[in-house]
């Protein structure tokens, strides 16, 4: 039976990644919408050159060579959906060949600031089956996964939101997905505690599996998810087999991508010290979007050659 109906509704903020958007994941709940592209422009989250010269001269023209537009790259967080930097990895085709292949759930593991965040925020791009299904995206990092029936009111509400209802139980969601798709996706799946996990995740993966394809689960971790299971002391075999997409690190052909998104000396110099970046970045996309977002603000800044392959061979990419 699904865990008992919670409490009246909680008045904490809920975890959807609205939060972490803002308007763009409030759209993403919305509905009868798919999100809309958020600024990769300027921002606290490291877009732009922060203070640094954007290339034009003393009489505001654009010095040649400069770049111009906002920095594309970004130090911290996940890439929005109008990040150029974004790079699509083996990953990416492979949960989109699991949900048209008929996956119920889906879990996208890789390691801390892997881009498993930013890959989870287009899981709707990759369901093309699903044209018009409702997409609810929560990082339950931000809910209250120490109290049950506060999860419960912050999960329900926020499943809700993304029909422009109101739920407050399971039948609820079953019943509105039945009559229209849903995609669910949980960020940081792992950082659920076992007493929330023990009533939320059986309860949940049967609703998954009555609906039959209607409602797709996607979630993300950082360990295999059999040791997930166990760390939420869960050994159901009821619980059947989930589906694991792994995302590694940047091939060179990513990597390349990525470098090509550099102006053009930033660019030339990035080529010629391929061996280095490679060698630093352990082929992370992390320290490499970090490198990059530099050698953009270095060569907007007027910054030479030399200074530009100095930046490069620094042992810190931040």
Request: aromatic letters at 6%; a neutral charge.
């Amino acid at each position: 039976m699904p865990p008992s109906e919670p409490a009246a509704s909680s008045s904490h903020t809920a975890g959807s990644l609205a939060a972490v958007l803002g308007t763009h994941a409030e759209a993403a709940c919305a509905p009868g919408t798919t999100p809309p592209s958020s600024s990769s422009g300027t921002g606290p989250q490291g877009h732009g050159a922060s203070g640094m010269s954007s290339g034009t001269g003393p009489a505001g023209h654009v010095a040649p060579g400069m770049p111009q537009g906002p920095n594309p790259f970004q130090k911290a967080g996940m890439l929005g959906l109008a990040a150029r930097s974004y790079v699509a990895r083996a990953a990416d085709a492979a949960l989109a060949e699991a949900l048209e292949g008929g996956a119920s759930v889906v879990v996208v593991r890789g390691d801390f600031s892997i881009g498993k965040s930013s890959l989870l925020l287009r899981a709707d791009r990759a369901w093309l089956g699903g044209a018009g299904a409702a997409v609810c995206l929560l990082d339950l990092q931000m809910m209250r996964v120490d109290d049950v029936n506060l999860f419960f009111d912050e999960f329900f509400a926020e499943v809700g939101r993304a029909y422009g209802q109101t739920f407050k139980t399971w039948r609820e969601v079953q019943t509105a997905a039945a009559q229209r798709p849903l995609l669910l996706t949980l960020d940081e799946f792992g950082g659920l505690t076992p007493e929330v996990a023990q009533r939320f995740v059986p309860a949940l993966y049967r609703v998954v599996s009555q609906l039959a394809g209607s409602l797709r689960l996607v979630v993300t971790t950082r360990d295999p998810i059999a040791e997930v299971l166990a760390s939420f002391e869960l050994s159901n075999p009821n619980l059947g087999d989930w589906l694991e997409v792994e995302l590694r690190p940047f091939t060179e052909a990513e990597l390349g991508q990525l470098l090509a998104l550099l102006p053009p000396r930033a660019r030339a110099v990035a080529e010629a010290e391929r061996a280095t970046i490679r060698e630093r970045t352990k082929m992370l996309p992390k320290p490499a979007q970090c490198l990059c977002f530099n050698l953009w603000k270095d060569e907007a800044a007027g910054a030479g050659d030399a200074d530009l392959a100095a930046r490069v061979r620094k042992k810190s990419y931040r």
